[in-house]
């Protein structure tokens, strides 16, 4: 199904745009923003078969031949922007597509509804191309523009559309969603809200991940066991983590999370808002031998690793020096 009523969170961009179709309001460009991932495809998806519905309101009845034509991509007048070049949006794809196509009256519906996704691709020519439509567009036309880098894009075309900026989803309804959608254990379901912050493709992504459970087998099994290690062992689990697709940033996110827990555990004696609360006696033992200053420590450096690994910093040397700092703190 695609309704509003099936977005996770977002209720500020469900709002503004339910009212805006039920006041027969709507605005001829729209921006988007958002991670990646976010779910912005799925809003432009409701919004453009709500804008379609023969049946008008507020949400997409699902039933009619509009909205039928829409949940399988094959409206007539609901156009998604392609490119071929992957890393790019030509002039030629904004001319073609947009341009010239609008000038056409709509086929079947009220409305002709362009979706330009990743629209931080745009070169500087395609934009101000696409700037002409924007600053006198038919009435009939509305342009939703969907990027996760809204500084890409020229001043004067964010100026000329409505901003909906995507929201990080809260971890309880990304934990919710995991479990009655797609049937995700509790505990596992609460590991990857976690880590998703509160981006519920991201989520997604990671339940069905075999990578993710893998990296996360390898870091845990590190960190439990580091205070014992020698750096040989811990440099060559280390280089092992590089073997999978995640990137190393989530491995360094799960060390994070792990002893966020540990410093909540020490704090607090409570189990039950551990995200690792499955490792509670290995929590309770790293919590007991650590300081608190050893623990920010350690959480300082695993952001000192990121930025440093962002900096293109060598990555042996890098981790060398993380899982020192580690090491040395818990």
Same mark, same amino acid.
């Given at each position: 199904?695609? !309704?509003?009523?099936?977005?996770? $969170?977002?209720?500020? +961009?469900?709002?503004?745009?339910? @009212? ?5 309001? %709507? ?21 453009? =078969? ?6 008008? $309101? ?19 007048? +609901? %156009? ?11 002039? /030629?794809?904004?001319?073609? !597509?947009? &341009?010239? /196509? ?6 079947? $519906? ?11 691709? =745009?070169?500087?020519?395609?934009? &101000? ?14 342009? #939703?523009?969907?990027t996760s880098n809204v500084s890409a894009l020229l001043p004067t075309i964010v100026s000329r559309c409505v901003a909906l900026n995507m929201k990080p989803v809260a971890d309880d309804l990304v934990k919710k969603y995991? =479990?009655?959608q797609l049937k995700v254990t509790d505990y596992r379901a609460e590991i990857c809200a976690a880590f998703a912050r509160g981006n519920i493709g991201r989520a997604k992504a990671l339940a069905s991940s075999e990578d993710f459970d893998n990296v996360k087998a390898e870091a845990l099994s590190l960190l439990k066991y580091i $205070? *014992? =290690? ?18 190393? @940033?989530?491995?360094? /996110? ?9 410093? #909540? ?8 808002? #551990? ?12 919590? !007991? ?5 050893? +623990? ?13 690994? *962002? ?14 700092? +580690?090491?040395? &703190?818990?």
């Open positions: 199904m695609a !309704q509003f009523k099936d977005i996770i $969170g977002q209720e500020q +961009i469900k709002e503004h745009l339910r @009212n805006a179709l039920l006041a027969d309001k %709507v605005s001829h460009a729209y921006l988007i923003s958002g991670e990646k991932s976010s779910g912005k495809e799925f809003i432009a998806k409701v919004f453009a =078969m709500a804008l379609q519905c023969e049946r008008g $309101g507020a949400e997409p009845c699902q039933e009619c031949h509009s909205c039928k034509q829409a949940l399988s991509d094959n409206h007539p007048d +609901i %156009v998604r922007v392609t490119h071929e070049k992957p890393n790019t949006i030509s002039v /030629d794809d904004i001319r073609v !597509q947009v &341009n010239h /196509d609008v000038a056409l009256k709509p086929y079947s $519906g009220s409305h002709k509804v362009y979706i330009i996704n990743e629209a931080e691709k =745009m070169t500087p020519q395609a934009q &101000n191309a696409l700037l002409k439509t924007l600053e006198e567009p038919p009435s009939y036309a509305v342009i #939703l523009l969907l995991l =479990m009655e $205070g *014992d =290690m020698d750096l040989s062992e811990v440099i060559a689990a280390v280089k092992k983590i590089t073997e999978y697709k995640l990137e190393i @940033n989530d491995y360094l /996110d799960i060390c994070a999370i792990w002893y966020r827990d540990v410093l #909540l555990f020490k704090a607090t004696h409570d189990a039950n808002h #551990l995200v690792f609360r499955e490792e509670i006696q290995t929590l309770r033992r790293i919590a !007991q031998r650590s300081s608190y200053e050893g +623990i920010e420590t350690i959480l300082k450096a695993l952001e000192n690793a990121k930025r440093r690994l *962002d900096a293109n910093v060598n990555f042996e040397l890098t981790m060398e020096l993380l899982m020192l700092t +580690i090491q040395e &703190n818990s």
